[in-house]
């Protein structure tokens, strides 16, 4: 472990957590320390007890949520086992991830300023700590607003404005950024890292999305899936020296990291392993040609198969399509005309015209607030969009019962809890095979299978609501496909993922879109949308900018700028490459070479790009 010369402000000691109605600890055994000015990376796979632990630093756990605690954890001085959450408040910020969580008040200045007014603060104190921290997020115009009408990136931010307020000298994040889009990130990084250049404070960060981070760490601390310590060290010593171990592990690693890892296999020299889309790039520029090897010979990757690479879509069609490509793009399956909505007093959709076909992969993107979700849900009737609006299979959604809805659109929100209705993981996916008035016996056959296919068989017997924020995630999604649905629309859904289970997901997802299955999912993942989604519609204020195949869009990077978005970490990586022009128009992973190119004559030639964007 390494050691500082600092006083640690926080101390964690052999620290094991067992929830209430649970058996196994997670984490497990954790030691590490926190000094002030640090800003230390948690990273480990779903359910390794990541969030777990980030509850204990402030005291919920165990004051507040139940659980079994041995070892210590110690803040700023202060035994979090003996002090009152009150207390430790004054200590410890926190940033959950969901922000719905900790929003209680009528006004967005309210919420700002109740932490401070609750340790008895100067009335000027607490505005201008309030004023601050609004600013910081980009909030302050907006103080007057109810929390209720921010957008889920908004509310993000709301909550870490929030933690800011307190002024407490550990500020703990629980994927902070989920909900952010690509610009809001690089808004709140650079607003934290202002925080913690003066040295007096230390930042703990949960968070998956490396590529934004990873620049802004000084330390990564690794739980491995037992819950015990992997790693603790500097960002070169875990994230470049220690890769290939934390990609088997599934850890999230830079996009740009994945990629070299991947193309060191093809042969380019990438050593120090690069770490963002410059540093990719800059590699590569200096990196001499792979040598490819003869016909004839057969070269370690190609006798071992490869580590999965998030993004691949290596699941094999298990039925075929029942109608040609032709024909679904001739009829839509999801029509929405001149479409607007409102959300109290605001109108949050313009007019949309939008048509989906039968079996596309379609992602909808956009800067928070755009619509998006908006969109996405008068589509499934979570929120009942006018008669005639919107329809799905010949029903207009604006008529339809929930019944009839939920056999034509199975819809997974952005937090998972908002849709569990059962006291164990099995009877949440069970509840929808019974509603289909199967045999218990083949309830409990199908209900088994899809929780051994998600990972989540060991958690049988467990409340939904003890799972881990990737193990909810993944429920969610099994509860919406259990009902057999031909569209299946997703919130986020790598949100809270470790990189094994998203990889696992999202290629469940393209199998299931391969059979047939209309997918629709919102996200703010660039890299995502690149890999997976055959058209993708950009959204800003409210309407529809642009709709088409996803690397004509992507390949206008105004557009992508206009909508408040970035270009995806690997295409910013690849671009413009002058000395491998074979990788330049490259914008999938999938479509970077893994294996050195075989030639008969053993002349060097260019390793096949695809994926143009």
């Known amino acids: 472990m390494p050691v500082s010369s600092a006083v640690p402000l926080l101390r964690v000691r052999d620290l094991g957590i067992t929830h209430d109605g649970e058996t196994t600890r997670a984490p497990a055994s954790v030691s590490f320390d926190v000094a002030p000015g640090e800003v230390v990376l948690l990273l480990g796979p779903s359910g390794s007890g990541k969030s777990t632990l980030s509850l204990a630093l402030n005291g919920l756990i165990p004051h507040a949520v139940p659980a079994t605690v041995t070892g210590s954890v110690v803040v700023d001085g202060l035994d979090t086992n ?105 808004e709140v990084y650079d607003a934290l890292a202002e925080l913690v250049a003066a040295g007096d404070r230390a ?29 603790d060290g500097t960002v070169d010593d875990v994230l470049r020296g220690r890769a290939e171990e934390l990609h088997e592990m599934g850890v999230w690693l830079p996009v740009s990291s994945i990629a070299a890892l991947r193309l060191r296999r093809a042969g380019y020299v990438l050593d120090p392993l690069p770490l963002t889309p410059a540093e990719l790039h800059a590699a590569l520029e200096t990196a001499p040609t792979p040598v490819p090897r003869s016909s004839g010979e057969r070269s370690e990757t190609n006798r071992v198969a490869p580590a999965p690479i998030v993004g691949s879509r290596h699941f094999v069609s298990l039925v075929p399509r029942s109608l040609t490509d032709q024909e679904e793009a001739s009829f839509p399956l999801i029509t ?103 045999p218990e016996d083949e309830v409990r056959t199908r209900a088994e299978a899809l929780l051994d296919r998600f990972g989540l068989a060991g958690r049988a017997e467990s409340h939904p609501f003890l799972l881990s ?23 986020e859904p790598t949100f809270g993922q470790d990189r094994a289970r998203a990889d696992e997901l999202l290629g469940l997802l393209s199998e299931l879109n391969d059979d047939g299955t209309t997918i629709i999912v919102v996200t703010h993942d660039m890299q995502l949308v690149t890999e997976y989604a055959d058209r993708t519609v950009v959204m800003a204020d409210g309407r529809v900018l642009v709709s088409g195949p996803t690397p004509e869009v992507f390949a206008d990077a105004a557009l992508i700028e206009r909508a408040g978005l970035r270009l995806p970490p690997l295409r910013r990586a690849l671009h413009g490459l002058q000395r491998h022009p074979e990788l330049s128009r490259i914008a999938r992973l999938t479509d970077l070479p893994d294996a050195p190119t075989p030639t008969p004559s053993g002349v060097a030639s260019p390793a096949r790009a695809g994926g143009a964007a």
Do not use: Y
Not at 127 to 132: N, P
Not at 154 to 160: E, K, N, P, S, V
Not at 211 to 230: C, M, N, P, S
Not at 484 to 489: K, N, S, T
């Open 82 to 186: 003996a002090t009152t959450v009150a207390e430790l408040s004054t200590r410890v910020g926190m940033v959950f991830q969901d922000p719905d969580a900790q929003l209680v008040t009528g006004t967005l200045l309210d919420e700002v300023a109740f932490g401070p007014e609750n340790l008895r603060m100067p009335v000027a104190e607490v505005l201008a700590r309030a004023e601050a921290a609004l600013r910081r997020v980009g909030l302050w115009e907006r103080r007057s607003e109810n929390p209720d009408r921010l957008s889920g990136g908004g509310r993000q931010r709301l909550a870490i404005a929030c933690a800011l307020a307190m002024g407490s000298p550990l500020l703990v994040l629980d994927e902070p950024t989920a909900n952010l889009d690509p610009r809001g990130i690089e």
């Open 336 to 438: 929405v005309r001149d479409l607007s909505l409102r959300r109290g007093r605001s109108e949050v959709l313009h007019g949309i015209d939008l048509d989906i076909g039968r079996g596309e992969f379609v992602a909808i993107v956009g800067a928070n607030g755009a619509g998006k979700t908006s969109l996405i849900q008068a589509m499934a009737g979570v929120v009942p969009p006018p008669r005639g609006a919107v329809t799905v299979d010949g029903i207009d959604v604006g008529r339809a019962d929930a019944r009839t809805l939920s056999s034509r659109i199975g819809f997974v929100f952005q937090n998972p809890e908002h849709q569990f209705i059962a006291h164990t993981v099995f009877d949440e996916i069970a509840h929808g095979l019974r509603l289909q008035h199967l």
């Open 469 to 491: 924020g990737g193990q909810k995630r993944r429920l969610s999604v099994g509860t919406a496909l259990v009902a057999g649905a031909p569209v299946l629309v997703l919130d």
């Open 203 to 231: 930042i703990l960060l949960v968070e998956h999305n490396l590529d934004a981070a990873v620049g802004f760490v000084d330390r990564v601390v690794v739980l491995d899936h037992e819950g015990r310590l992997a790693a």
